[in-house]
């Protein structure tokens, strides 16, 4: 199973860019965007920078919430999640 860096690491690995396997490195790479800007594949960031996923559109995220529990896909209003973001990066696209 992955870690919420790992899947990270694993989804842009298969589109060939090759990112950091730590959540506290991701958040230093890419392009600062407003939680009010997200686009597919952003990354989120949560409160401590000890949880991240990705950004999938409409509101939702993907993520692994720990090694050995199965990657999940939530919705970012109607969970905690919304009100724990500290933090976007795009690492591509504009």
């Known amino acids: 199973g992955f870690d919420c860096s790992g899947l990270v690491r694993w989804a842009y690995g298969q ?3 090759d ?3 730590n959540t ?3 958040y230093g790479v890419g392009s600062v965007v407003s939680p009010t ?3 597919t594949g952003d990354l989120l960031f949560f409160s401590g920078l000890g949880h991240m996923g990705l950004y999938l559109g409409g ?3 993907v ?3 720990h090694t ?12 905690n999640y919304g009100a724990r973001l ?3 990066r795009r690492l591509v696209g504009s």
């Not at 050995?68 to 969970?79: H, I, N, P, Q, Y």
Request: charged content about 15%; aromatic content about 0%.
């Open 37 to 39: 800007e997200l686009q």
């Open 59 to 61: 509101g939702k995220m």
């Open 24 to 26: 506290v490195a991701l």
């Open 63 to 65: 993520h692994s919430p």
């Open 68 to 79: 050995g529990k199965s990657v999940e896909m939530v919705d970012l209003a109607t969970t």
């Open 15 to 17: 589109v060939g860019v």
């Open 86 to 88: 500290v933090g976007v």
């Open 19 to 21: 990112v950091p396997h």
